[in-house]
């Protein structure tokens, strides 16, 4: 089974901190993606990745930064938290070739609250 | 930009019953799909429909895609407790590098 895992379940932080959010997948995907999640606003995306060192911007990228160094793990980085940052975090996978049939896999998300 | 809106935001139903949820969406798709988040929970897959079919079934669920008038619905039959969860459609956008576009979700309360 394909298993994306988020390095935490909750979070706290406070703000103007750097804040790192950890996500590793081990099916060997090319594309990542971080969305974040809050009440009446669905799911929301802020950067995706397609390949080592690619990154693209998705939605809402403002305040938020990626790095993809190695294929299974892709890094969300909040520069100088903020609370308004305060969300629910999920972490995708998809496969390559062929990508556009297929489903993205989900890490169990990370719940960061910032103070 | 999000491209699906589903409706109804919230739905409650007893056990037994049938949830049908809808979605709308914008501009041309390649595929839609449903996914399923239990509360505080990742997104977990439950069906993709392409843009060439009509109807899917798999198991209790049964979707349904209308590219004419660009919408999607979703049938969850014989509805048990266990289906309470946000029910999420998907959809793949030609031009966007294999990023999903999620709507905002319906809510479902199944009761005893």
């Known amino acids: 089974d394909v298993k994306v895992t988020q390095s935490s379940r909750y979070l706290v932080k406070r703000t103007g901190e750097k804040v790192f959010l950890e996500c590793v997948q081990d099916?060997?995907?090319?594309?990542m993606f971080w969305y974040r999640q809050d009440p009446g606003l669905g799911l929301r995306l802020i950067y995706f990745?397609?390949?080592?060192?690619?990154?693209e911007k998705g939605d809402i990228p403002e305040g938020y930064s990626v790095s993809r160094e190695k294929k299974e793990r892709f890094s969300l980085i909040l520069e100088s938290a903020s609370t308004n940052q305060t969300s629910m975090y999920l972490c995708?996978?998809?496969?390559?070739?062929?990508?556009?049939?297929?489903?993205?896999?989900f890490g169990q998300g990370t719940r960061l609250t910032v103070v | 930009s999000q491209q699906g809106e589903e409706d109804p935001q919230a739905l409650s139903i007893q056990e037994g019953e049938n949830a049908t949820m809808n979605c709308s969406y914008k501009t041309s798709i390649n595929n839609l799909q449903w996914y399923r988040q239990n509360s505080g929970r990742g997104l977990v897959h439950l069906i993709l429909i392409r843009s060439n079919e009509r109807e899917k079934h798999s198991g209790r669920l049964r979707v349904t895609l209308d590219t004419s008038k660009k919408s999607s619905s979703l049938l969850i039959t014989a509805s048990r407790a266990a289906d309470t969860a946000s029910y999420f459609c998907a959809t793949d956008l030609r031009s966007s590098g294999y990023a999903l576009n999620f709507g905002k979700g319906t809510s479902l309360l199944v009761t005893p």
């Open positions: 990745s397609y390949d080592v060192k690619m990154k």
């Open positions: 099916m060997d995907h090319e594309n």
């Open positions: 995708a996978s998809r496969p390559p070739v062929g990508g556009m049939n297929t489903e993205a896999f």
